[in-house]
């Protein structure tokens, strides 16, 4: 399944948690966190558990929990007693032992689904490699306007002030072999800026991105999606990889060897997940 586009709804607003799961977007994200004020936790709850129960999408559906101490073993025991998500968005995630300590949560009340970890503090960055190493852990988000709280930095348009643990948590992902998925745009009106970080966030690696409004959605997907060029290069570098025994061989006067043999596989699996959505 693609997972170029992720949508937040409030846990407490069934039909926005209904548009969500019906959208364009590829995940949608039932949050129960930054979203619901701590006097609407309870009903959110509810909520979310009523919306998991009757939806067709489930499989497309996530949901973000509280942290870990903080209202995460709650949120599993009300929100998936009756239904279970397709997957669990674990925020302030800052050990490997966050995610085991989610995952027996899940396993306890026969919930067992991949985890989705925000590193967003500057613990999580440190530790982001052993975070996407355990099993449970299925895609690392790294969380650019809480990491800048949390080390004190002022965001800034071009986001150089958490470049570093960005590209850190897509090397975490890499070596683990999960997805790195890309945080918010705020500024969901502004569409031209959206499509810039999006396609430098593809540019550094990410496989997708979050989104706070359905108008992100279109240009979120697009940006991750391969384009006509880079579709027919990569076929033709599969082909003749696989027609020759040659380590490296030349298309149009380019030199291919393994790294982009690698490089073309890769756009292709993206083409083949975003058609199985």
Known sequence: MARRSFLFAPGNDPELMRKAAASEADIAVFDLEDAVAPAKKAEARTQVRDVLTREENAARICVRVNPIGAGAETDVGEAFDQATPASVMLPKTTSAEDI?????????????????????????????????????????????????????????????????????????ARAADIAPIDPVYTDYRDLDGLRRETEFAAQLGFDGKLAIHPDQIPVINDAFAPSEEEVEWAERVVAVSGETEAGVFEIDG?????PLIRQAERILARVRKADRR
């Open 100 to 172: 085991h300590g989610l995952s027996r949560l899940l396993e306890k009340h026969d919930a067992r689904v991949p985890v989705i970890a925000l590193i967003e503090t500057a613990a999580g960055v440190l530790a982001a490699d052993a975070i996407a190493a355990t099993d449970p852990t299925d895609a690392l988000v790294f969380g650019a306007e809480d990491l800048a709280a949390d080390i004190g930095a002022t965001r800034t348009s071009d986001g150089t002030e958490v470049l570093y643990a960005r590209e850190r948590v897509v090397i975490a």
């Open 254 to 258: 380019e030199m291919i060897d393994s």
